[in-house]
C-alpha cells in the first residue's frame, strides 16, 4: 500500500495463507525471533570486528537480547524486531564492505559496486521495513564516506563508492512511492490513515 512499508506483509504473505498461523499469529512470532537472532549476530560481529574483542560481542549481544523489553518484543508478531534485524545488519554489513573497499589496493568502482551486494542487499530490507530505518541507513551510508576519506580515499574516489552503495537503498524508495502513487493515486501519503470511516 502507500502508508505500510511492505517487507513485513511479503514476508507474511505466504505463511498466513495457513489458517493456523494466521489467528494465532505464529508466523509474525516467528519472524521477530529470526530476526532479533539475526540483530544479535550482527551487533557481536560489528564489536569483535571493530575491537577485535569476541568477548566484546558476545556482551554486546547479550546486552541487547537480555533486555526485558527486547524480549518481549522478540516473541511478538510486531515489526520492530524485524526493524531491529534488518538495521543492525545493514550497519553491520556497511561497516565490513568500508573495510573491504579501504584494504584494496585501488579505489575501483567495479570492487566496490560488486562488494556493495550483501550490504546493499540488507539497506534494503531495512527501507523496506519501517520508516525509522530511513535515518539510520542513511546515517550508516554518510559514514561510510566519512571512513573512506579518512582511510585516504580521494573525495571523488569515495564518493563514487559510497554513490554506488547508497543507490541500493535509494531504488528501494523510489520502488515504494511508485507502488504509493500506483495503488492510491499520491507519491506519499502523510496523514488521514487513522481516521474512521464510520465517524458514528
Known amino acids: 500500500g502507500a502508508v505500510w512499508l511492505p517487507l513485513p506483509h511479503l514476508l507474511n504473505a ?3 495463507q495457513l ?5 494465532t499469529g505464529w508466523s509474525g512470532t ?3 525471533i529470526v530476526s532479533m537472532a539475526v540483530a544479535a549476530w550482527a551487533i557481536a560481529r560489528l564489536i ?5 574483542s569476541w568477548i ?28 531491529f534485524g534488518t538495521t543492525f545488519l545493514a550497519v553491520a554489513l556497511v561497516g565490513e564492505w568500508c573495510v573491504s573497499i579501504s584494504e584494496s589496493a585501488t579505489p575501483n568502482s567495479q570492487l566496490s559496486r560488486r562488494a556493495s551486494g550483501p550490504a546493499g542487499w540488507a539497506c534494503i530490507a531495512a527501507i523496506l521495513t519501517r520508516y525509522e530505518a530511513f535515518p539510520i541507513v542513511g546515517t550508516a551510508i554518510g559514514l561510510a564516506f566519512v571512513v573512506l576519506l579518512r ?6 574516489a569515495a564518493f563514487r563508492a559510497v554513490r554506488g552503495l547508497a543507490l541500493w537503498p535509494a531504488w528501494a524508495l523510489a520502488a515504494f512511492l511508485v ?3 500506483v495503488s492510491v493515486g499520491s507519491w506519499f501519503v502523510s496523514g488521514g490513515f487513522y481516521v474512521a470511516e464510520n465517524p458514528a
Not at 19 to 23: E, F, I, T, V
Not at 48 to 52: L, M, S, W, Y
Not at 151 to 156: D, E, Q, T, V
Request: proline share 9%.
Open 14 to 16: 505466504i505463511p498466513v
Open 19 to 23: 489458517d493456523a498461523l494466521y489467528r
Open 30 to 32: 516467528a519472524i521477530s
Open 48 to 52: 569483535q570486528q571493530a575491537t577485535g
Open 56 to 83: 566484546g560481542g558476545a556482551v554486546a549481544a547479550a546486552l541487547l537480547m537480555l533486555n526485558p523489553d527486547v524480549l518481549y518484543l522478540q516473541s511478538t508478531p510486531m515489526t520492530e524486531p524485524l526493524l
Open 151 to 156: 582511510r585516504g580515499f580521494p573525495f571523488i
Open 179 to 181: 507502488n504509493s502513487k
